[in-house]
């Protein structure tokens, strides 16, 4: 894969895995007017590849959780909707898409009634939808806060895709308008419901490999030749800075739950080659070194423009945790002091987030990604670009609402 393009289907099918993006207004990417334009939603053709249920879904349970899937892209349609039918208690109850094709051969598919298909002009009428209680937006970042804030307006819950936004400032839009409509609102981490990434976290809490010393975390994969025109990943409004929000997120996330600490100071860099479509508006590379109260440090690596790896390392004074690939959707590898670990299977995580959300919605349980997580790391990417804009070391003051 070395010295290759990849598109972001090949690189998935080899092992890794791609999230989300966001912008920051520090970010420094492009002035402003110089974006691809405003974030305002399109529908899409249907993505290559796309494998649709040859048959109808079975029964649901009586007090199954009805979603409306918003944004028909690669990610809902490969990943995400195909796992609903494990789910025990959330099924599919409507779609919302801007393509006027994709709402009828994936409602077909999916057994979707004719009048729970929305146009985005329509998602209004989602409030006076009985069938649907919660909403799962998996729209291009930059429209995450207003969809999801629209959709609390309607009555429903919010599962929102991660980045949760490109700004801490949306992200509080969200938390205030789910507090106001009092309804749920959770971000699609779903690595916190991965068997590798949970033992993970257990072993580093039992002192595994003594005190954490030194982190690493590298997210990175080759993006084919593209513009902001025809992929909404390079564009800043969509987008933010790139490949910290999209990708290199599941390192930021990783750096927290596997200290269980919060950084107290961010230094970092950003590299953004100029006369290079793809990185008209976006950075090529990110890189942030953070350290923590406890003493230990780390170094948090994020690209759209080198061969494709998805890692994260944890040195500490008796032994090292390696992970590689960390974060993917399938074929974890994880070893302590040399020693491969199984501990299931990472296919779980997609419907683990489900029902965790379902149950939230119906038990009032708590939700362990809750928007104050995703506004906790948003946060953070804010800091990465201060120290990156301002070639400062950006000092964290201790917050209760940036707890690890
Ligand atoms: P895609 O580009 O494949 O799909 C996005 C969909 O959003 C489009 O198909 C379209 O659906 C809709 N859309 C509405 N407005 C626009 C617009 N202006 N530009 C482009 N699309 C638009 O993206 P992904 O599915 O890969 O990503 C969607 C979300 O899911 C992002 O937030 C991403 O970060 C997240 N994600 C999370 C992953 C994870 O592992 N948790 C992995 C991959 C993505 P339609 O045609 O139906 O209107």
Redesign the pocket.
């Known amino acids: 894969m070395v010295g290759s393009f990849l598109t972001?289907r090949r690189f998935i099918e080899a092992g890794g895995?791609?999230?989300?993006?966001s912008l920051i207004a520090s970010a420094g990417t492009a002035a402003p007017g110089q974006t691809s334009g405003a974030?305002?939603?399109?529908?899409?053709?249907m993505?290559d590849g796309v494998k649709l249920p040859a048959t109808p879904p079975r029964p649901r349970a009586p007090d199954s959780v009805g979603f409306a899937i918003v944004?028909?892209?690669?990610?809902?349609l490969n990943?995400m909707m195909p796992r609903f039918k494990d789910a025990k208690r959330a099924h599919i109850a409507a779609i919302?898409?801007?393509?006027p094709e994709?709402l009828q051969r994936v409602g077909d598919a999916y057994g979707i009634p004719a009048n729970a298909r929305y146009s985005?002009e329509d998602y209004a009428k989602l409030a006076s939808d009985k069938r649907v209680d919660a909403v799962y937006i998996?729209?291009?970042?930059g429209?995450?806060a207003d969809w999801a804030i629209r959709a609390f307006a309607a009555g429903k819950h919010v599962l929102c895709?991660?980045?949760m936004a490109l700004s801490s400032a949306d992200c509080e839009r969200m938390i205030a308008a789910g507090k106001r409509a009092n309804r749920k609102l959770m971000i699609?981490y779903?690595s916190h419901f991965e068997p590798y990434n949970l033992e993970a976290m257990r072993l580093m809490k039992e002192k595994a490999a003594g005190d954490i010393r030194l982190l690493r975390t590298e997210q990175s994969y080759r993006m084919g030749p593209t513009s902001p025109a025809e992929n909404?990943?390079t564009s800043r409004a969509?987008a933010g800075g790139g490949p910290l929000e999209?990708y290199g997120i599941y390192g930021l996330q990783s750096a927290l739950y596997l200290t269980g600490e919060m950084p107290e100071s961010i230094s970092a860099t950003t590299f953004r080659p100029t006369g290079d479509p793809r990185f008209a508006e976006i950075f090529a590379h990110v890189s942030s070194q953070w350290r923590f109260p406890s003493g230990a440090v780390a170094q948090l690596v994020s690209s759209y423009d080198s061969a494709g790896i998805n890692f994260a390392e944890v040195r500490g004074t008796t032994g090292v945790l390696s992970m590689n690939p960390a974060t993917s959707?399938a074929g974890q590898k994880m070893q302590l002091n040399g020693r491969e670990l199984t501990p299931g299977d990472p296919g779980v995580q997609f419907v683990g987030q489900i029902d965790h959300f379902a149950n939230a919605v119906r038990d009032g349980t708590p939700i362990l990604t809750p928007g104050e997580m995703g506004l906790r790391d948003t946060r953070l990417i804010e800091a990465i670009y201060e120290s990156a804009r301002t070639g400062r070391t950006v000092k964290l003051a201790p917050d209760a609402k940036m707890r690890a």
């Open positions: 972001r895995s791609i999230a989300a993006t974030a305002s939603v399109k529908g899409q053709p993505p944004g028909l892209g690669g990610y809902a990943q919302v898409s801007g393509s994709k985005y998996v729209l291009p970042t429209l995450h895709e991660k980045p699609a779903r909404w990943r969509l999209d959707y």
